[in-house]
């Protein structure tokens, strides 16, 4: 059986004795503005609030449930009015603004903010709409981050009342802001969001939330933003009186400020709790409503979810598919893009090469451009020239004939110089006598050896030799060679034979003396002193190129060595048993049969040929000289 308890202040039991008790509490409460419905063991009344005793009021009367979480607090839709109190008020504070004087014959001080920590101050100059006695508490709030803590209180119960207007948010929407509000660290508001309960510049009481101060005398009200910043405009502590157990009936109200006991009866009670009842059962029968349509939306949610996962699987199949293709794809990818670089690097490369060709090609097409234009002008000159250039022809085509006539002639006049000069080689004797008188080596000069020969007729080609008597004996050559004379010297007169060579005439140079007289220096000579040899053969290759237009020559060179009176081949290149032999082919003509001739070219190759003979020699030196052979080749 439930004990509830009525508190009011105006109302009394004879009042609640009439027929209609629901009509009669509602007109109470309406009346009072203020009452605390309680179940005192907990059964089917507990929760109940005030509004649940309105017929007609707040479409949001479920909005309003929801928010509070203490039982006996309740919100209220207007401002403070001072005649609903004249006592009790312990404390009340103004947030965020000053204190305010007492309003008429009611002694009510309203204190200065304080006893706060955290949180900022709003003000505002708009009116407020149903403000009530004190309606600037309202125009100022605290907001932010912050809690309220009250010292020095004697322990007991008290009732906080809490003061709310949204003066921030005044154009909406619901939900800007949500908050919390902890009453010794119990919720006692839970996501209060004012603007969706009455809108802007419209108080808000939350009232007679009961709370029980202990020994130390402390009440801390924390607020909690769920959704932007909390707020709050007024905090009022009140005096309550102490309910103790034995005092509760069954059956009966009690007035929260008075403690004023009103009886209800067994009938009056059995309505409140079917009214309950009937409410509660409607609720449940809604819900069983709902739990059925969500319970049907669930399944075809889940059935939907169910062919959503096997769509999930086929498409994260198909995901793994494109993805394994994507891989490859981008293996391929990379390897063309590699191909891709080295093929851009090589045309990068090649372009370059080619502009710097095509520059090239311009700067060549500019050059001939303007070497055109300079022909263009010269062909012009030519063009204007073309009369003096025909005259000029028929002047050349006549110089030529003269010219083939004069080479004609030339000809001929070279075959007779030709002749006329082998003439005068014979006539200068077809065998010349050359002597050539070497200096007297260190070795000659340092033993104190002295020349014997006597120069004064050299000139004359007269050599004298002193015999240590009076008389001398007296020698007669073509010509005789001083020690003074040097290798070109001695050419001087084998160099006309070098032409009657090339002439056709056969020539024979050799050198003819006493060992370590200077035969090998005279024809060989030296590499920085050249001999006739090396001279000759130079020249001999000089006037063949001077005459390849008109004659062609092949030249050979053949070695041999007279050795022990036998003729050595020194160009062969495998011993013969073969004895060579010097024979006669005709009047003036010898030949060696089967020796080797080496096509030679240049004197280069005459040389080479010259050394493998010389290699071939079969040499050794003599006491005299060191250089000398004691064959002849
Ligand atoms: N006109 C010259 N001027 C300077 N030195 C010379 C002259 N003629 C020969 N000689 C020197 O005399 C030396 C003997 O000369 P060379 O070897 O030519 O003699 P050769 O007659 O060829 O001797 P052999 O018959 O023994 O071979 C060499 O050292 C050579 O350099």
New binding site residues.
């Given amino acids: 059986m439930a004990d509830t308890r009525l508190n009011s202040k105006n109302c009394d039991s004879e009042t609640l004795n009439s027929s209609s008790f629901s009509h009669r509490v509602h007109d109470c409460i309406k009346d009072l503005k203020m009452i605390e419905p309680w179940v005192q063991n907990g059964d089917a009344l507990s929760g109940l609030r005030i509004e649940d005793f309105y017929d007609g009021d707040g479409d949001n009367t479920d909005l309003v449930d929801s928010v509070l979480c203490i039982s006996g607090s309740r919100l209220i839709r207007a401002g403070f009015k001072k005649n609903n109190f004249t006592d009790d008020i312990v404390k009340f504070v103004n947030a965020g603004g000053g204190s305010m004087n007492e309003v008429g014959d009611t002694a009510i001080f309203i204190m200065p903010d304080t006893s706060f920590e955290g949180g900022d101050v709003l003000r505002t100059d708009e009116g407020i709409i149903d403000g009530g006695d004190f309606a600037p508490l309202y125009q100022s709030a605290r907001f932010g981050n912050f809690c309220y803590r009250f010292d020095n209180l004697p322990p007991g119960d008290y009732f906080i009342d809490l003061h709310f207007v949204e003066i921030i948010n005044t154009n909406g929407p619901k939900g800007m802001r949500i908050f919390d509000v902890y009453i010794q660290e119990e919720k006692v508001v839970s996501e209060l969001d004012i603007y969706s309960i009455v809108g802007a510049n419209k108080p808000l009481q939350l009232v007679d939330v009961r709370v029980t101060v202990g020994e130390d005398g402390v009440i801390v009200i924390r607020f909690e933003g769920v959704n932007g910043s909390p707020v709050v405009c007024g905090i009022c502590i009140k005096g309550a009186p102490k309910v103790p157990g034995s005092q509760v009936k069954h059956n009966g109200l009690v007035c929260s400020n008075c403690s004023a006991e009103v009886e209800v009866t067994s009938a009056q009670n059995k309505h409140i709790r079917l009214r309950s009842t009937a409410k509660y059962e409607k609720k449940i029968e809604e819900l069983s409503t709902q739990c059925q349509l969500k319970t049907k939306e669930c399944y075809e949610a889940w059935m939907s979810l169910t062919a959503t996962n096997q769509e999930l699987q086929k498409v994260r199949m198909e995901l793994d598919n494109k993805s394994f293709e994507n891989h490859c794809l981008d293996q391929a990818k990379a390897m063309q893009a590699a191909k891709l670089r080295e093929v851009t690097s090589r045309f990068e490369h090649k372009r370059r090469f080619w502009e710097a060709a095509i520059d090239e090609l311009k700067r060549n097409i500019k050059v001939m451009k303007e070497e055109h234009s300079q022909l263009s002008l010269e062909a012009h000159d030519c063009a204007d020239s073309v009369p003096e250039l025909n005259k000029m022809i028929l002047a050349v085509q006549a110089l030529v004939a003269q010219c083939d006539d004069l080479k004609l002639k030339y000809s001929e006049e070279q075959v007779r110089r030709k002749q006329l000069y082998n003439q005068i080689q014979e006539a200068k004797g077809n065998i010349r006598v050359f002597c050539?008188?070497?200096?007297l080596?260190k070795e000659e000069a340092s033993s104190g050896y002295a020349t014997v020969v006597d120069f004064n007729a050299a000139k004359d080609g007269d050599l004298g030799i002193l015999t240590g008597c009076s008389t001398k004996k007296s020698y007669k050559f073509d010509r005789v060679?001083m020690?003074k004379?040097?290798?070109v010297d001695v050419f001087a007169d084998a160099s006309p034979m070098v032409t009657s060579v090339l002439d056709g005439y056969n020539v024979c140079i050799f050198?003819y003396?006493?060992?370590?007289?200077?035969?090998?220096?005279?024809?060989?000579g030296?590499e920085q002193n050249r001999g006739v040899n090396y001279r000759t053969l130079e020249q001999l290759f000089k006037i063949a190129e001077e005459r390849k237009d008109t004659f062609a020559y092949k030249i050979s060179v053949s070695v041999l060595e007279v050795y022990n009176e036998q003729i050595r081949d020194l160009l062969a290149t495998s011993p013969t048993s073969k004895k060579l032999e010097i024979r006669q082919a005709s009047e003036g003509v010898h030949r060696v049969p089967g020796i080797v001739e080496a096509r030679v070219e240049n004197i280069k190759e005459v040389w080479d040929v010259l050394q493998a003979g010389s290699n071939a020699r079969a040499v050794g030196s003599?006491n005299?000289?060191?250089?000398?052979?004691?064959s002849h080749w």
């Fill in positions: 050539r008188c070497r200096p080596s060679y020690p004379d040097d290798q050198a003396g006493q060992t370590g007289t200077g035969k090998t220096f005279t024809m060989e030296t003599n005299v000289n060191e250089h000398s052979s004691r």
